[in-house]
T-cell receptor, first 119, second 111 residues
Framework: NAGVTQTPKFRVLKTGQSMTLLCAQDMNHEYMYWYRQDPGMGLRLIHYSVGEGTTAKGEVPDGYNVSRLKKQNFLLGLESAAPSQTSVYFC??????????????????FGEGSRLTVL | RKEVEQDPGPFNVPEGATVAFNCTYSNSASQSFFWYRQDCRKEPKLLMSVYSSGNEDGRFTAQLNRASQYISLLIRDSKLSDSATYLCVVNPTGGYQKVTFGIGTKLQVIP
């Protein structure tokens, strides 16, 4: 009954270090998303994928890269971490695309979140 | 004006009370609307969709007012377990993949 799993759950980095967040889903969903959540702001979309081998930029993509080599996995990379990237990162998946009308929009299933602190 | 605006609260209400939250959106072309619930330090989870005709799920009622561009969530007979942050989610353009989240309204139900 795993759903969406994120690793690691917590990480502290120094400015300039790199790291990768892994998201794995076992629901066979086509669509996967990375969001960040900061105090006083709604969740913001970083990157998303509409299927294996595809990625696209979201609202705040700068400083991040992603890959979707396997349908069940969506990786978020920080090449050179900055204090502004201190945040809680959520991965999500959906069986259908978001948006459109009520009858065809997807539901987001989120992972438990990864808390990243950049010093 | 922000695409989606919510009063962050907190709303402190006694058990058994009825409480309502509103969420305003700026784009009149918005097509779909949702309420997600997020417990403290947990992930968001879908609570309910908001249909044009309104919808009800037990103690929860969601309404859409297109003329005034807001959605609402009404919780009747509040339980301690309802304490959480309620996120308003809007698809602002009718397009795909990019929905907008509000900052959330925090509800604290007090014994």
């Amino acid at each position: 009954n795993a759903g969406v799993t994120q690793t690691p759950k917590f990480r502290v980095l120094k400015t300039g270090q790199s790291m990768t967040l892994l998201c794995a889903q076992d629901m066979n969903h086509e669509y996967m998303y990375w969001y960040r959540q900061d105090p006083g702001m709604g969740l913001r979309l970083i990157h998303y994928s509409v299927g294996e081998g595809t990625t696209a930029k979201g609202e705040v993509p700068d400083g991040y890269n992603v890959s979707r080599l396997k349908k069940q996995n969506f990786l978020l990379g920080l090449e050179s971490a900055a204090p502004s990237q201190t945040s809680v990162y959520f991965c999500a998946s959906s069986s259908r695309p978001l948006g459109g009308t009520f009858t065809n929009t997807g539901e987001l299933f989120f992972g438990e979140g990864s808390r990243l602190t950049v010093l | 004006r922000k695409e989606v605006e919510q009063d962050p609260g907190p709303f402190n209400v006694p058990e058994g009370a009825t409480v309502a939250f509103n969420c305003t959106y700026s784009n009149s072309a918005s097509q779909s609307f949702f309420w997600y619930r997020q417990d403290c330090r947990k992930e968001p989870k879908l609570l309910m969709s908001v249909y044009s005709s309104g919808n009800e799920d037990g103690r929860f009622t969601a309404q859409l007012n297109r003329a005034s561009q807001y959605i609402s969530l009404l919780i009747r007979d509040s339980k301690l377990s309802d304490s959480a942050t309620y996120l308003c989610v809007v698809n602002p353009t009718g397009g795909y993949q990019k929905v907008t989240f509000g900052i959330g309204t925090k509800l604290q139900v007090i014994p």
